[in-house]
C-alpha cells in the first residue's frame, strides 16, 4: 500500500513539474505562411530586404526537403559593413532550451555574417526598453550575441548552443542568461538577427528558415 501511494506522489510531482513547460521544440517561424507581418511580426531595420519567396527555387539542394513552402530571402547592399536586420517579440519562458537552430542559405565564400542576438527581461516587466538615442540598447535587460560567419554555398543546418551567446553590455542587466519567466519575466523577450557583408562596401544574397530553440538534453 505504502509503495502505491509513493508511485502516486511521484506520479503527481511529475504532473505538475510537466504542467506549464514549454514543448521540447520551440518553433520560431518557418515562414511557410509567407509574410513577416504576423505569427509571428517581424520589424525590420536598416536596408535589409527581408522577402519570404517560394522555397521551389532551391529545388536541387540536398535541404530542400527541410524547407518547406516559403523560405526567408535576406538581400542588401552597405557601404559599411552593416546592412541591416530583423527582430521579434518572442517573451516565453525559454529556459528549458539548450541550442537555437536554423537554416542559412549562403552564396559562397564572402557571403556575409549573421549576428544572431537574444535579450531576456531582467527588470521582469514584459517590455525590453530601448534607447532610441543609443542605436536601440537596452536600458535594463541583457543582451546576447553570437556571430555565424556564412562561407558556403547552398542550404545548411546551423545549431548554436544557447551558451555561446555572449552578453554584449555589461553595464546592463545582470549577465546571466535569465530566460525564464519567474516573477512576471518576459523570459526571452527578443530575437534578432543583424545581416552583415563580408566587405565594407558589398552586398548580401542570403536566406533564411526554420528558426526553432531546441531542448537537446530534456525528454
Ligand atoms: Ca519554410
Ligand atoms: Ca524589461
Ligand atoms: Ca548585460
Ligand atoms: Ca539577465
Known amino acids: 500500500m505504502k509503495k502505491i501511494v509513493l508511485v502516486l506522489l511521484m506520479l503527481v510531482a511529475f504532473a505538475y513539474a510537466e504542467e506549464g513547460k514549454m514543448p521540447k521544440v520551440f518553433d520560431l517561424d518557418n515562414f511557410d505562411d509567407g509574410t513577416i507581418m504576423e505569427a509571428p511580426a517581424w520589424w525590420t531595420f536598416g536596408d535589409i530586404n527581408a522577402i519570404p519567396v517560394n522555397a521551389m527555387i532551391y529545388k536541387g539542394d540536398p535541404m530542400v526537403s527541410y524547407l518547406g513552402t516559403q523560405v526567408l530571402a535576406l538581400k542588401g547592399k552597405t557601404k559599411g559593413w552593416y546592412v541591416g536586420g530583423l527582430g521579434t517579440y518572442v517573451g516565453k519562458d525559454a529556459s528549458r532550451y539548450t541550442h537555437l537552430k536554423l537554416m542559412v542559405y549562403g552564396n559562397g565564400p564572402k557571403s556575409g555574417k549573421l549576428s544572431l542576438q537574444v535579450y531576456d527581461d531582467d527588470n521582469k516587466n514584459m517590455v525590453l526598453e530601448?534607447?532610441?538615442?543609443?542605436?536601440?540598447?537596452?536600458?535594463?535587460?541583457?543582451?546576447?550575441?553570437?556571430?555565424?560567419?556564412?562561407?558556403?554555398?547552398?542550404?545548411?543546418?546551423?545549431?548554436?548552443?544557447?551558451?555561446?551567446?555572449?552578453?554584449?553590455?555589461?553595464?546592463?542587466?545582470?549577465?546571466?542568461?535569465?530566460?525564464?519567466?519567474?516573477?512576471?519575466?518576459?523570459?526571452?523577450?527578443?530575437?534578432?538577427?543583424?545581416?552583415?557583408?563580408?566587405?565594407?562596401?558589398?552586398?548580401?544574397?542570403?536566406?533564411?528558415?526554420?528558426?526553432?530553440?531546441?531542448?537537446?538534453?530534456?525528454?
Open 130 to 219: 530601448q534607447d532610441v538615442e543609443d542605436n536601440y540598447s537596452p536600458i535594463f535587460d541583457d543582451k546576447f550575441e553570437f556571430t555565424q560567419p556564412v562561407n558556403w554555398k547552398g542550404w545548411k543546418a546551423i545549431l548554436i548552443p544557447l551558451v555561446n551567446f555572449k552578453d554584449v553590455n555589461p553595464t546592463v542587466g545582470d549577465n546571466k542568461r535569465n530566460f525564464d519567466s519567474k516573477d512576471g519575466s518576459g523570459g526571452l523577450i527578443h530575437f534578432q538577427i543583424i545581416v552583415l557583408a563580408d566587405e565594407k562596401e558589398g552586398s548580401v544574397d542570403m536566406a533564411i528558415d526554420d528558426i526553432k530553440l531546441i531542448d537537446m538534453v530534456g525528454n
